[in-house]
């Protein structure tokens, strides 16, 4: 059964950066980041097929990114130019089996991490 940490939350003033990791353990081709503020839906963020093809939410494009480092199972997002509104918990997910192109689509990925909270404040 494969389990997901996160870690690297905290907090970060506006246009400052933080990097998330999510350390695995078992296998997951697929990961992604999900992110969900107080009284919100969660959303997608980015998304990772093995450790080359990647999604982001348009709101994140040019200032995330989405990585793994193969050998240790780790998916990292990388959070520059942080604004308030990127305040939320952030969950790491990941499924071992995906068909057609990479998306942020929840109901696709099988397994959850606990969340980090990320707070960016002015």
């Known amino acids: 059964q494969v389990q997901l940490v996160e870690s690297g939350g905290g907090s970060a003033q506006a246009g400052g950066s933080l990097r998330l990791s999510c350390s695995a353990s078992?296998?997951?081709?697929?990961m992604a980041w999900f992110r969900q503020a107080p009284e919100t839906e969660r959303e997608g963020v980015a998304a990772?097929?093995?450790?080359?093809?990647?999604a982001y939410a348009d709101s994140v494009k040019g200032r995330f990114t989405i990585s793994k480092d193969i050998s240790k199972n780790t998916l990292y997002l990388q959070m520059n130019s942080l604004k308030l509104e990127d305040t939320g918990m952030y969950y790491c997910?990941?499924?071992?089996?995906?068909?057609?192109?990479?998306?942020?689509?929840?109901?696709?990925?099988?397994?959850w991490g606990q969340g980090t909270q990320v707070t960016v404040s002015s």
């Open positions: 997910a990941g499924t071992k089996w995906w068909s057609g192109p990479l998306s942020l689509e929840e109901h696709r990925f099988n397994y």
């Open positions: 078992g296998y997951t081709a697929y």
């Open positions: 990772l097929a093995g450790d080359k093809t990647s």
